[in-house]
C-alpha cells in the first residue's frame, strides 16, 4: 500500500472561517488517511502540505503538529518535508481486536493563527495471524455400532485476523470412513462437523488419526492443524434414554438452598461401560447453573440458590446422559415457580383531606390511595376493607385506587374524630394483610341551637326580700364548639306590656344568673312568668327560649284585722242575751281578716278575759262566741269579753277585740227607750240620725270591699298555682283551725237584725237574733251541746 494513499471515492473540503477578534481556520470534513498494520516505523502516510497548500516554510512559523484522541503517538509531522511519517508499528488486533473496521482519529494542529484539520487514520488488516487450534488434539470415541451419517461436532479453530483474513475453511486427511462438513455458527463462524460415511469395525481399526486443518482466506493463505483422535469403542448399540421426554415440576419459591428439586433417570440397556450413564446440563444459560446443579451419578437436581417468583416464573433445563459409548440422551426439565404467599399488600397514600366540615355532601372524598401485592393467583388478589361502624366508604376507581368517601352526614356533636383503618387482606394461604390507620377530625359549624337544661324553670322567692338578691339561674348549653358554642343569655319583651320586667330582675349575660332588682310584696304581686333567650356566637347565630316563673313566697307581715266588731274608738257594741238562753246560745260572732296567706293567714279564736268566768266561750275555728252554761238571776246583767284573733305564722301576729254582753230578761221585750223619750229624742237631736246612718253606709261598703278583695285574691292565687281560673280550694282545713281566707264572714246560716240603741246621744249595732236560727232538733239536744262544748275555749 504507498503512502498517502486516499480513502476510495472520498472528497476533501477545507472551509476557511475568518473570525475577526480570534483569526482561527477550520476544517469542516476530516480527512482520510489508510495504512496497513506493520507497516515500517517512518513510512509516508501523507503529506500536509499538499492538503493545505501552505508553503513547507510555514509548518515551523504556525507551530503545526498532531495530536491523536487517545494521545498516543502514531505518527509524527516532518516540518521539513510536511510529511505525516508513522512514528511506531500499528498492530490493528491490539489497537481494535475484532472491530471492523480500525479507525484511529487525529487533529493537525496549527498554533499561529489557531486552526485546526481533522483526519482518520485507517488501520487495514494483513494476514499476519495463523488460525490456531486450542487442543493440540480432539479425541472422539465412537462406537462401532454408530450408524453412518451421524455427526460428530468438534471445536473450532481461532484466527486473530478478520474479515477474509480470518479462518475460512477446513480440510480432513483423506480416509474412507469419515468426511467433513461445515457448518455457520450465530456469529457468522464457521465450525467442522465429523460425519461418519461407513460403520465401523473395531477389530479391523480401532482407532483413526485424521489430520485437521484449518484455512484462512489471506494471501498468501495461512493454516493450522490438530490431529483428530478417533477412538473406535465396543458395540455401543443402545443409546441412553430418559424416562420422560419432559419433566415438569412444581417448587415453591421459599425452598431451601440444596433440597431437591427431581431426580432424572435415563436407562441403557448396553453392559459394562456402555451402560455407565453420567448426567450433565446441555446447553444451558448462566443463571441455571447458578440456581441448579445436578449430580452426575444420581441425576438428582438441587438447589443453588433461592428462588424468587417475582423475578422468574420458571425454568427450562436440557440435560443429557452419556454413557461410556459416548452415546447421549436428551431430556429438558420444565421447574415451574410455584408462589407462595411471602410478600404482604403495600398501600401507598395519594391523598387525605382532614379536617372536614360537618355538613359535607355524601360521598365528598376523604382519601386516595392505591395498593399492591408482588404476588400472583390468589396471592396477590387483594381485599380492601374498613371499619363497619364508620360513616365511611370505600370505593375502587382506576386500577388498585381506591377512594375513601363520606357515606352519610356527619354529626361533630356525635363524634369529632374518627379513627379510620384501612385493612388490605390478600387470599394467600395463610393471609396476609397491611393495615394503615388514618385520623380523620370533623370541624364544627353552627348546626345546634342553645338547649335549656328545663323548658320552664320555677323560682321562689320570700317577699320582703333584699335588692339585687340572687334568686337563681338557668342554664343552656350548646353542643357545638368554639363561638358556634358560646352562650350569651338575654330577657326577652314580656307578652303582659304592663308588667315592668325592667324593674323586677335582671339576667347575667355570661352566666344566666337571675337578680331581684328590687324587694317584692306578695300582697301586691304573688307570681309573674317571663322569657329568657339564649343565642350562640355562631353565623348565623341560633337561638332558643325558656319560661321562667317566679312565686313571690308569703311572710307573716300582716297581724290579723278584726272586721266585727268595729274598733273605731266609738261606744262599744252590746250584744243582748236573754236570760232565758240555753247553753251554746249564739252571742255574737268575731269577723276577722289577714292580709297573709296560706298558714299566716289561717286564724284562731281565744277567749282572754271576761267578766264571769266559764259562762261564755269562744269557738276557736270561727270566733262563735257562745254560752258556756244556762243563765241564772244571779249572773250580772252586763258582762265584758275580750277575744284574742291570733294567726299561725312564723313568728305569730294577733290582734284583740272587746264584746260588750247585756243579759235581758225576755228576749220579746228588749232594753229599748220608750217611743215617746225615742221620738222626743231624735226631735231633740237629728244628727244623731244622719251620724248613724252614714255609719251603716260606711261599714257595708268595707264590709263589701272586703269581701270583693278576699275573693280577687283567691282567684290570682288559685291563677298563679295552675294557670287558670279561680278555684275553690279542695281538701278539709285542720281541725284546731279556722279558714278565712276565703271570705272572714259570718257563717251562711246567721243573719243578724241591726237596731238603734238611744242612750247618752250615741249609737250602737246590737245583733239581737238570728233571723233564722240553727237551733239543734229537740232529740238531739244532749249530743249537740256536748259537741258545742268541746269546740268553747273558756277561761
Known amino acids: 500500500m504507498e503512502p498517502g ?43 500536509v502540505v499538499k492538503e493545505i497548500g501552505l508553503a513547507v516554510e510555514d509548518l515551523v512559523a504556525r507551530g503545526a503538529r498532531v495530536i491523536f484522541d487517545d494521545y498516543k503517538p502514531y505518527l509524527q509531522l516532518d516540518p521539513q518535508t510536511g510529511n505525516l511519517l508513522l512514528n511506531e508499528e500499528l498492530d490493528r488486533e491490539a489497537l481494535c481486536h475484532f472491530t471492523e473496521p480500525c479507525i484511529l482519529h487525529f487533529q493537525v494542529l496549527f498554533e499561529n493563527p489557531l486552526q485546526f484539520f481533522q483526519a482518520e487514520l485507517w488501520v487495514k488488516d494483513i494476514n ?34 478478520v474479515g477474509k483474513n480470518g479462518v475460512q475453511n477446513y480440510t480432513l486427511s483423506p480416509n474412507p470412513y469419515f468426511h467433513l462438513e461445515l457448518q455457520d455458527s450465530d456469529d457468522g463462524r464457521k465450525f467442522p462437523e465429523l460425519l461418519l460415511d461407513q460403520s465401523l469395525d473395531r477389530e479391523k481399526e480401532p482407532e483413526f488419526r485424521l489430520t485437521l486443518t484449518a484455512l484462512d482466506g489471506g494471501s ?42 427431581v431426580r432424572v433417570s435415563a436407562t441403557d440397556l448396553d453392559a459394562g461401560i456402555y451402560g455407565e450413564l453420567s448426567y450433565s446440563f446441555s446447553h444451558v444459560s448462566t443463571d441455571i447453573r447458578k440456581t441448579f446443579e445436578i449430580h452426575p451419578v444420581s441425576g438428582e437436581i438441587y438447589l443453588k440458590a433461592l428462588l424468587d417468583f417475582e423475578l422468574i416464573q420458571s425454568y427450562t433445563i436440557n440435560i443429557q446422559a452419556i454413557d461410556g459409548g459416548s452415546l447421549s440422551g436428551k431430556s429438558a426439565i420444565l421447574v415451574r415457580v410455584v408462589d407462595v404467599n411471602d410478600n404482604a399488600p403495600e398501600i401507598v397514600m395519594t391523598s387525605l383531606t382532614s379536617p372536614i366540615p360537618e355538613n359535607s355532601s355524601p360521598e365528598m372524598v376523604v382519601a386516595v390511595f392505591s395498593v399492591r401485592d408482588l404476588d400472583a393467583g390468589d396471592n396477590g388478589r387483594m381485599v380492601c376493607s374498613i371499619q363497619d361502624d364508620l360513616p365511611f366508604l370505600l370505593k375502587p376507581t382506576f386500577k388498585n385506587f381506591y377512594t375513601l368517601v363520606t357515606e352519610s352526614p356527619l354529626d361533630r356533636e356525635s363524634q369529632a374524630e374518627y379513627n379510620i383503618t384501612i385493612t388490605v387482606t390478600d387470599l394467600g394461604t395463610p393471609r396476609l394483610k397491611t393495615q394503615h390507620n388514618l385520623t380523620v377530625t370533623v370541624s364544627d359549624v353552627n348546626d345546634n341551637a342553645p338547649a335549656f337544661s328545663q323548658t320552664t324553670y320555677t323560682l321562689r322567692v320570700r317577699e320582703n326580700n333584699s335588692p339585687a338578691l340572687h334568686i337563681g339561674s338557668v342554664s343552656a348549653t350548646d353542643r357545638d364548639s368554639g363561638a358556634n358554642a358560646q352562650v350569651t343569655y338575654s330577657l326577652l319583651p314580656p307578652h303582659d306590656p304592663q308588667l315592668p320586667l325592667g324593674s323586677l330582675v ?15 310584696d306578695f300582697e301586691a304581686l304573688q307570681a ?20 321562667v316563673r317566679v312565686l313571690v313566697a308569703d311572710a307573716n307581715d300582716n297581724a290579723p284585722f278584726v272586721l266585727y266588731p268595729l274598733q273605731n274608738g266609738s261606744a262599744p257594741c252590746t250584744e243582748l242575751v236573754p236570760r232565758a238562753a240555753e247553753a251554746g246560745y249564739l252571742v255574737a260572732k268575731v269577723v276577722a ?69 247585756l243579759l235581758v230578761d225576755g228576749f220579746s221585750q228588749p232594753y229599748l227607750p220608750l217611743p215617746d223619750a225615742a221620738a222626743a229624742e231624735a226631735r231633740a237631736d237629728p244628727l244623731t240620725v244622719y251620724l248613724v246612718v252614714a255609719l251603716a253606709s260606711v261599714s257595708s ?57 238611744g ?10 237574733k238570728p233571723a233564722l236560727p240553727n237551733l239543734p232538733p229537740p232529740d238531739h239536744r244532749t249530743d249537740e251541746s256536748h259537741t258545742f262544748l268541746k269546740g268553747f275555749e273558756f277561761i
Not at 221 to 243: H, K, M, Q
Not at 506 to 520: H, T, V, Y
Request: aromatic share 8%.
Open 220 to 261: 498468501p493463505p495461512r493454516s493450522g492443524t490438530t490431529l483428530v483422535r478417533v477412538l473406535v469403542l465396543d458395540i455401543n448399540d443402545n443409546a441412553p434414554e430418559f424416562e420422560r421426554p419432559v419433566y415438569e415440576v412444581q417448587v415453591p419459591e421459599n425452598s431451601p438452598v440444596d433440597s431437591l428439586v
Open 593 to 661: 281578716v289577714d292580709g297573709d296567706s296560706g298558714q299566716n293567714a289561717w286564724l284562731s279564736y281565744q277567749l282572754l278575759k271576761a267578766t264571769e268566768p266559764g259562762l261564755f266561750g269562744v269557738w276557736a275555728h270561727n270566733g262563735e262566741v257562745r254560752t258556756a252554761r244556762l243563765l241564772s238571776e244571779r249572773d250580772a246583767v252586763k258582762h265584758r269579753l275580750l277575744v284574742l284573733v291570733r294567726d299561725h305564722g312564723e313568728p305569730p301576729l294577733s290582734a284583740s277585740v272587746t264584746l260588750h254582753v
Open 128 to 161: 499476519d495471524h495463523t488460525p490456531a487450534f486450542l487442543d493440540k488434539q480432539i479425541i472422539l470415541k465412537i462406537s462401532e455400532a454408530t450408524a453412518p451419517g451421524t455427526p460428530f461436532q468438534m471445536d473450532s479453530a481461532q484466527d486473530l485476523d
Open 701 to 757: 261598703l268595707f264590709l263589701f270591699s272586703v269581701l270583693v278583695f278576699v275573693a280577687v285574691r283567691l282567684c290570682r292565687r288559685r291563677r298563679a298555682a295552675s294557670g287558670g281560673g279561680c278555684s275553690v280550694p279542695e281538701g278539709p282545713f285542720p281541725g284546731h283551725l279556722v279558714d278565712v281566707s276565703g271570705a272572714g264572714t259570718l257563717s251562711h246560716s246567721y243573719q243578724y237584725e241591726v237596731c238603734l240603741t
Open 528 to 547: 309573674f312568668e317571663f322569657r329568657v333567650g339564649a343565642a350562640d356566637r355562631g353565623s348565623p347565630a341560633l337561638s332558643s327560649q325558656a319560661l
Open 506 to 520: 335582671s339576667i347575667n349575660a355570661d352566666n344566666g344568673q337571675l337578680f331581684a332588682l328590687r324587694s317584692l
Open 5 to 47: 494513499e486516499r480513502h476510495p471515492q472520498q472528497i476533501r473540503q477545507v472551509l476557511l472561517f475568518f473570525v475577526f477578534l480570534g483569526g482561527s481556520l477550520v476544517c469542516s470534513e476530516p480527512w482520510h488517511y489508510s495504512v496497513a498494520e506493520e507497516m515500517e516505523i517512518g513510512s509516508v502516510i501523507a503529506n
Open 759 to 768: 242612750g247618752s246621744g250615741t249609737t250602737e249595732f246590737k245583733f239581737l
